[in-house]
């Protein structure tokens, strides 16, 4: 049970730090086999990412945009020269205006509205049409969403907004993809500890009224969150697609505050 990801190979977009999901999943994925590539975006983030990548191994790591084309074009013809195929795609890029998360969702931005939807929802898109092409025997895709896609939550504004277009956006890929043996899902991790969680404004609360009020009184870790992309992987995986599973402690579920806690 150590190597249900051995000899699958897959490329991570979205890591920014030891502390971020998609590091986390990364953890696990090697853990259990898997040989991986990577983005990131600006030096900033290169210092971070190359160290981290070096650590589990791995030599293929790409500073790549989701807004450009040119640097996305570099990324997959490399990947093909060095790999001509891949297993799996881990999608983890989201983006708003940090002064836009607070506040009233009402004033939200024109120009924040149209670059949140195009790297949240849209690099999705694109980015799951160049890995299908890699995917020649079939694969998987998955990618990271909230809760507040589907209810509001505090000062999370466009993002809440640009999460459920992306959960369409799942549902209608695993649709397009189906036939070619690639599944598409999302992940929906409750309030976590991370660099963008941080952006919003009252994560602190946000974070301890979800643990406090969850099934499970408890948010989601790293690995759990980790566990769940193995299971979506890996041939255990292999009839599920077009799905959001939540990993929340159970928070999803909840219909009003504990009582226990009032």
């Known amino acids: 049970m150590t190597h249900l990801l051995s000899g699958k190979k897959g490329l991570i977009v979205g890591v920014a730090n030891e502390k971020s999901i998609a590091w986390g999943i ?18 900033n983030f290169g210092k971070r990412v190359i160290p981290l990548a070096k650590s589990i ?3 293929l790591v790409y500073d790549a945009d989701v807004t450009d084309s040119k640097s996305l074009d570099f990324v997959f013809l490399e990947l093909k020269k060095k790999w001509g195929y891949l297993d799996f795609l881990i999608h983890a ?13 009402i004033n939200t931005s024109r120009e924040n509205f149209q670059n949140s939807m195009d ?19 079939g694969g998987a895709i998955i990618t990271l ?11 999370y504004n466009i993002m809440g907004l640009a999460k459920a277009a992306l959960e ?14 690639i599944r598409v899902n999302g992940i929906s991790p409750g309030p976590m500890k991370t660099l963008a969680g941080a952006a919003i404004g009252g994560a602190r609360k946000v974070y301890r009224f ?19 992309a193995l299971y979506l992987i890996s041939d255990y995986g292999k009839h599920t697609t077009g799905e959001i599973i939540f990993v929340d402690g159970g928070y999803h579920v909840m219909g009003m505050a504990n009582t226990n806690n009032m």
């Open 210 to 228: 979800a643990e406090e009020n969850s099934p499970l009184q408890t948010n989601a870790s790293l690995e759990s969150v980790g566990g769940t």
């Open 57 to 59: 191994g791995s030599e």
């Open 93 to 105: 890029v989201a983006y708003s205006d940090k002064d836009e998360l607070s506040g009233r969702f």
């Open 168 to 181: 369409s956006a799942i549902r209608y890929l695993a649709n397009d993809l189906g036939n070619e043996g």
């Open 26 to 43: 990364t953890r696990v994925l090697s853990a259990h086999g898997a040989t991986l590539a990577f983005t990131y975006q600006g030096d």
């Open 119 to 137: 790297i949240s929802c849209y690099s999705l898109i694109d980015l799951s049409r160049r890995s299908s092409e890699l995917m020649t025997s």
């Open 145 to 155: 969403s909230y809760l507040g896609s589907q209810r509001v939550t505090p000062n």
